[in-house]
Nanobody
Framework: QVQLVESGGGLVQAGGSLRLSCAAS???????????MAWYRQDPGKARELVAS???????NYADSVKGRFTISRDNPKNTVYLQMNNLKPEDTAVYYC??????????WGKGTTVTVSS
């Protein structure tokens, strides 16, 4: 199995910044099979939405709502993905989840970290 552990959430004022981290660990061949790592977020009562994703080669994809403010990056040797969030807005408040897609169709989720942006 693969475990994803997020860190870096917290309370920040609008306009501030936070950096989320997510480290993957577990059975080596399963961790090595991870291709896509991503961040999702979910507000209570709303569907979980994709925030940003990055493949092992480095190509990235962002939700329109975060383009120009958030940056996803990945440290492959450390099996870690980061989400740098700048110019945060109250509407960015959510639980942020790390996810990993592995070859063979496996998908793994972290337990989430809460980001609260005050106005």
């Amino acid at each position: 199995q693969v475990q994803l552990v997020e860190s870096g959430g917290g309370l920040v004022q609008a306009g501030g910044s936070l950096r989320l981290s997510c480290a993957a660990s577990g059975v080596t061949y399963r961790v090595n099979a991870i291709n896509v790592m991503a961040w999702y977020r979910q507000d209570p009562g709303k569907a979980r939405e994709l925030v940003a994703s990055i493949i092992s080669g480095g190509n990235t994809n962002y939700a329109d709502s975060v383009k120009g403010r958030f940056t996803i990056s990945r440290d492959n040797p450390k099996n870690t993905v980061y989400l740098q969030m700048n110019n945060l807005k109250p509407e960015d408040t959510a639980v942020y989840y790390c996810a990993a897609d592995a070859l063979g169709g496996m998908k793994y989720w972290g337990k989430g970290t809460t980001v609260t942006v005050s106005s």
